[in-house]
């Protein structure tokens, strides 16, 4: 199982390559994150992939809570009053529902953009998060490359081992 095993290895090392490049820039702690694991037993292989726990709303979004708008910005010329607000990621597994974001969390972004934290948060909650797809796509484009190469693998193992056999 030796060359599965490589073919497995270069699976993990091309969708982490790729996912890295593609990841939003930020801090880089989300970049730096990323990484697998292969492990190998007696009779399968494991493959997992580990990158920090928000990596996951980042790539897949989260669903806005939705809802009309109370206000009007003072920096939009159009009125806003009483409009609904445009709902990001609406196939997302994940929601927004009662609860906004910290604005604290969202405090370095805002100031690097001119922006009140507070209204960011609150945009972020209604509207939600737009998926990056940094991850998902990252992986979907080597795996259909992966079926043919472990099958590949996998006879030059068969073979392997019929050649050790045959000779002992």
């Known amino acids: 199982m030796l060359e599965v095993r490589k073919e497995l290895k270069r699976f993990a090392k091309a969708v982490e390559k790729k996912a890295k490049r593609k990841a939003p ?15 190998v037993h007696k009779n399968s292989f494991s493959l997992s992939f580990y990158m920090v726990d928000y990596g996951t709303y980042i790539d ?70 737009e998926g990056t797809h940094f991850f998902s796509d990252s992986f979907e484009s080597e795996f259909v490359k992966l079926a043919d190469e472990v099958v590949e693998a996998y006879g030059l193992d068969i073979d392997e081992f019929l050649e050790q056999t045959l000779n002992n």
């Open 25 to 39: 820039k930020g801090d880089g702690k989300l970049k730096a994150s990323i990484q697998h694991e292969l492990e």
């Open 60 to 129: 897949e979004g989260v669903r806005g809570a939705g809802g009309v708008r109370k206000t009007t910005s003072k920096y939009n010329k159009s009125n806003n009053k009483g409009k609904m607000w445009k709902i990001k990621a609406k196939d997302s597994r994940f929601a927004f529902s009662n609860k906004q974001p910290p604005a604290k969390a969202l405090k370095k972004w805002s100031h690097s953009k001119g922006l009140n934290e507070f209204a960011v948060a609150k945009a972020v909650f209604h509207q939600g998060i």
